[in-house]
């Protein structure tokens, strides 16, 4: 589990592709990594598979994307040179800055407007999901929406913000890794049996 603060902004030092998927090498200022431990990366959980440090004392690590991953995330077209947002899983008892996040990627969205007054299109069918106020994840990064329109929202992009995530370069048209509001699924998935037209009610 994540809170989308991002804690880090790490750089893709190398790609390459599977026939399983696609393995990618990141450096980080991590240098406590655990193998096996969960880094989200814009937003999408990855496992660690190995780590390490350089020799100018910054960290380094691999992950893999499986085909089903990159078919649901912007992940595919994550190229060598590449920044990212990172954050590691949070541990019990650390504080809980954004919300909560799962690092599991519900859709791709794209951009309409920049940071600072960032629009994000997304599918229309889950745009339900989404209350004015409410939280969601772009790239990892927990923000709050309002302006909702039929397939789009609006969040205020702060400098720090911008300046410590990938938000301050993303422009008109770029994908984005969606993931809306667990409570929000939860819910849906609770009252979804009794808002159905049953067949024997016809």
């Given at each position: 589990?994540?809170?989308?603060l ?97 690092g ?47 397939d ?24 984005v ?26």
């Amino acid at each position: 589990m994540f809170t989308g603060l991002v804690d880090d902004l790490g750089l893709i030092t190398h790609v390459a592709d599977t026939p399983a998927g696609r393995e990618l090498r990141i450096r980080c200022r991590y240098t406590d990594l655990v193998d096996g431990e969960s880094i989200a990366a814009n937003g999408a959980c990855l496992t660690v598979r190995e780590h390490g440090v350089h020799d100018d004392g910054s960290g380094w690590f691999t992950v893999a994307a499986v085909i089903t991953t990159l078919g649901r995330t912007t992940i595919d077209a994550w190229p060598a040179g590449a920044r990212v947002n990172l954050e590691r899983a949070m541990r019990l008892g650390d504080r809980l800055g954004g919300h909560m996040v799962l690092g599991h990627v519900d859709a791709v969205g794209h951009v309409v407007s920049p940071a600072p007054d960032l629009v994000i299109r997304i599918p229309r069918d889950l745009m339900h999901l989404i209350v004015e106020k409410g939280s969601i994840t772009v790239d990892g990064i927990s923000l709050t929406v309002f302006d909702l329109s039929a397939d789009t929202f609006r969040v205020a992009v702060i400098p720090h913000t911008t300046a410590v995530t990938t938000l301050g370069v993303r422009k008109v048209g770029d994908a984005v890794n969606i993931e809306m509001d667990v409570l929000a699924k939860h819910v849906q998935r609770l009252v979804e049996p009794h808002t159905k037209r049953k067949w024997w009610r016809k």
